[in-house]
């Protein structure tokens, strides 16, 4: 016996699809809905399909013969005539369906509006109560859409409505006995039967049941991203792969609380579903069929030859689960402590707070899409919280990762849940207190978050400063409606949001302007990708300084030195107060160090130019010192970032000093020179491998450790004879070999000082003709570009910004001011250096 028989009722069938308004399009035959079979008219009249109770139709009871033991019966209708959008309540009577037995009446059920029976279409909001929509809950094409449908796609789920009919299922109250008929006696409003579906089985047929993970094991790796599960009688989400790396070695991993490396191609994967026992699953892989199932068989072995060859074994995951109030608490307070937080179950299944993401747009790119409240390192994805959530944990062995930023140990352990556990509380510790030590930590480089989403992730990753910058890509504008022209504090004071500004120019290059009580505008200029499409060149980043100045506040030029255009003309002319390191790359050090070397005074500033979920604010962070005589405010961080009294960390901390002397301090000896002493050191929650200080570009002492360690520690006594500078700087083996985070980057865990200055004899000066050269070169290279390549309006055809007549003149100012200061430095100390 089958478990389902779809019926054949033609004979009682007395209209046509045209009674409904679009039955023209109706499936007829056997069909399939919610994964049932309906026998919807026959082969060979497809004509008289329905069962029509109208005026033109039956009007009295009409007896549908079955003859089956059915345990339910599942009916495809649909109302033809409501009047609920009129303001009539629901539950009017509509028919009077009853079940006749070998022996009598076995039960009548009468059929109400918007209970059991609906009209199509169904309005929003009004689902009927007892029926289900004809067709299942789904989700949407995981790799293509509409653009119009871009934000409802990231819901990765849609609500089902009916398409033809709803359906209802009775339950025989006597499973099994026979069913000798179903008696229909209409009441006045019209309606059409469609199908009967006989069940055999005791499931219910239509009603949902909670989803469970089911987890895949391959004999090969696969993309787990590219595989789909197929449910006919429910619903499945999408597949993601899980990670071959085992619980023991993720919970003994060095970077813990920092991610885990993420391969799309694994040889597990899992996904969410929702199935009837009965349901059969298909696992596809492009058109191939890995695996054919019963739901209710997925835990046995496999048996089929072909399933045996592609996969190891299914699970289903479902031990219970509760419900549990998490709170993380700090060791030393006691008190609940910002932070992010991922839960998973020993297979790797996440399980995050209410509220929060399991996945970040199904793993995919997150551009200005999904960035605040969550994050995704590799294959993990964390929840900032407040220092509590809420949410689903599954009973048994749960695995946990808290991290909160660099002076935190982070937590990776292993829970469990016992059945009735409702609450659960962690502890963190802080190992460190940078504040107390007057070092105050910044991200400079920030898009897309909100003022609140920017207090969220920097009190989750224990951050002083988020400098939110609102700025132009193309036709889009970020972060406009954020901008109050003054910072915004947490209550305690602790963590301080300021809306500011990156303006942009995609080749004489970016500018982050700090500390704004107005707009600069136009935040970007001279077309894609940085402004609109066809946008004439109405600014130059010289300009966008000199008015930053004006308003008392900080030029940064961000990822030192690209777009690598202007930024000579910035550095040369004293319009650029600091140079941000981005990325832990050889070509970011030689060109801060060449700048250096040419005489440069230049303090350097960490930022992550967050703009992607898979990026943590803070990440690459500048740590600001400010003196104890000083309050630790956003005007004395900024302030004393212009003096140099900076590091950039990716992770370790370091101090750093030369006789007393810290980053942007000048030291002065004699002249003839002498020795000074420098002591660095380096402290990380990441395995570290060499500490370094540099002189002049040039590493004069080292220390390292060559399987890595949490701390690194270097005094040297080091000879200077000339001008020069010293910077203790820490990373992998050899310093440049990189240690990537899990990050969307992938930068290196790494720390820099700016330079501690030291003078011989007279005020600090260096020169180097290679970079005064170079720096010349780049000068003619952005004249010529607004010559020969910049989209220039037509003269007089356009009132600018400046409000003068010759635009280009105005455009060359900077570049003809900073040639004629280079060419007074080559005057000046070229003989000197030469001589």
């Not at 970011?588 to 250096?596: A, T, V």
């Not at 970032?641 to 002065?668: C, K, M, N, W, Y």
Request: proline share 7%; charged share 25%; net charge negative.
């Amino acid at each position: 016996m089958e478990d389902y028989e779809a019926l054949d009722i033609a004979q009682w069938c007395n209209e046509g699809p045209q009674r409904m308004p679009d039955g023209a399009k109706m499936p007829r035959g056997l069909v399939t809905l919610r994964g049932l079979p309906f026998l919807i008219g026959t082969d060979n009249n497809q004509e008289k399909c329905l069962l029509y109770f109208g005026p033109e139709g039956y009007r009295d009871p009409v007896a549908i013969t079955l003859k089956r033991p059915a345990k339910w019966i599942i009916f495809a209708h649909r109302l033809l005539e409501t009047h609920l959008l009129e303001g009539e309540p629901p539950g009017k009577e509509i028919a009077v369906y009853r079940f006749q037995g070998e022996s009598g009446l076995i039960d009548e059920r009468i059929i109400r509006e918007r209970f059991e029976i609906s009209a199509l279409p169904v309005p929003w909001g009004q689902l009927p109560f007892a029926a289900v929509a004809d067709q299942h809950d789904g989700v949407p094409p995981r790799f293509e859409g509409r653009w119009d449908q871009v934000g409802w796609r990231q819901t990765e789920a849609y609500g089902a409505y009916p398409r033809w009919f709803v359906l209802w299922g009775w339950k025989n109250p006597q499973p099994g006995a026979l069913i000798e008929a179903v008696i229909v006696e209409p009441k006045e409003r019209p309606f059409v039967i469609a199908a009967l579906t006989v069940s055999f089985l005791d499931e219910d047929p239509l009603r949902s049941r909670p989803a469970v993970p089911v987890v895949f094991q391959f004999r090969e790796k696969r993309r787990g991203d590219r595989l789909v599960l197929e449910v006919d009688r429910g619903k499945a989400g999408y597949v993601y792969p899980l990670p071959d790396e085992s619980p023991e070695v993720f919970l003994q991993h060095p970077f813990k609380g920092w991610g885990q490396s993420y391969d799309p191609e694994s040889s597990k994967a899992y996904a969410w579903v929702s199935a009837q026992p009965s349901a059969t699953i298909r696992l596809k892989e492009g058109d191939q069929s890995l695996l054919i199932r019963r739901f209710a068989d997925l835990n046995a072995a496999p048996t089929d030859d072909r399933e045996t060859k592609e996969v190891v074994s299914v699970r289903v995951l479902d031990s219970g689960k509760n419900w549990v109030h998490t709170t993380v608490l700090d060791e030393e307070t006691g008190k609940p402590v910002p932070c992010r937080i991922h839960f998973r179950s020993p297979e790797g299944v996440p399980y995050q707070p209410h509220g929060h993401h399991d996945h970040l747009l199904s793993d995919m790119g997150t551009w200005h899409i999904d960035v605040g409240g969550d994050l995704r390192l590799g294959h993990i994805t964390y929840a900032y919280i407040d220092g509590t959530c809420q949410g689903w944990l599954p009973r048994g062995k749960v695995i946990v990762d808290v991290a909160r930023g660099f002076e935190y140990e982070p937590l990776r352990t292993e829970v469990f849940i016992e059945p009735g556990q409702r609450t659960l509380v962690l502890k963190i510790r802080r190992w460190i207190n940078m504040n107390e030590r007057r070092w105050f930590s910044g991200d400079t480089h920030v898009h897309f978050l909100s003022t609140t989403g920017a207090h969220l992730e920097a009190q989750g990753e224990d951050l002083n400063v988020v400098n939110l910058l609102q700025s132009q890509w193309g036709g889009l504008f970020t972060n406009t409606e954020d901008f109050l022209g003054r910072p915004v504090p947490s209550p305690d004071g602790k963590t301080i949001v300021y809306t500011n500004q990156e303006n942009r120019q995609h080749l004489l290059g970016h500018l982050i302007l700090l500390g704004l009580k107005k707009p600069i505008m136009p935040w970007c200029t001279d077309g894609p990708g940085e402004a609109e499409l066809g946008g004439s060149l109405e600014a130059t980043m010289s300009w966008w300084a000199d008015e930053c100045k004006k308003q008392g506040g900080t030029v940064i030029i961000p990822h030192f030195p690209a777009p690598n255009g202007e930024p000579a003309a910035l550095v040369v002319t004293a319009r650029a107060d600091a140079v941000e390191m981005l990325q832990h790359s050889l070509y970011q050090h030689i060109e801060y160090y060449r700048y250096l070397n040419g005489g440069y005074r230049l303090p350097l500033v960490g930022g992550t130019d967050k703009m992607t979920s898979d990026v943590p604010v803070g990440l690459y962070r500048t740590y600001v010192y400010i003196p104890t005589d000083e309050p630790f405010d956003y005007d004395h961080w900024c302030k004393n970032l212009r003096l140099g009294r900076t590091f950039i960390s990716g992770g370790p901390l370091l101090h750093f000093q030369v006789e007393g002397a810290l980053p942007g301090d000048t030291l002065r000896l004699p002249a003839g020179g002498g020795y000074v002493e420098a002591e660095a050191v380096a402290e990380s929650v990441f395995p570290i491998h060499t500490l370094q200080i540099v002189e002049a570009g040039r590493v004069v002492a080292e220390v390292s450790s060559e399987k890595g360690c949490r701390r690194l520690q270097l005094r040297e006594k080091i000879k200077v004879e000339r001008h020069t500078w010293l910077a203790a700087r820490v990373g992998g083996p050899g310093y440049t070999q990189v240690i990537p985070h899990f990050d969307g980057w992938r930068r290196g865990i790494m720390a820099h000082s700016s330079p501690i200055y030291i003078a011989v004899g007279e005020h600090w000066w260096m020169y180097s003709n290679e970079t005064a050269q170079y720096i010349m070169t780049l000068l003619e290279g952005g004249l010529c570009y607004l010559r020969e390549q910049s989209c220039l309006q037509e003269k007089g055809k356009a009132t600018h910004v400046h409000g003068e007549t010759d635009h280009l003149a105005w455009l060359e100012r900077p570049f003809h001011e900073a040639i004629k200061k280079l060419k007074e430095t080559m005057n000046r100390f070229g003989q000197r250096v030469n001589g």
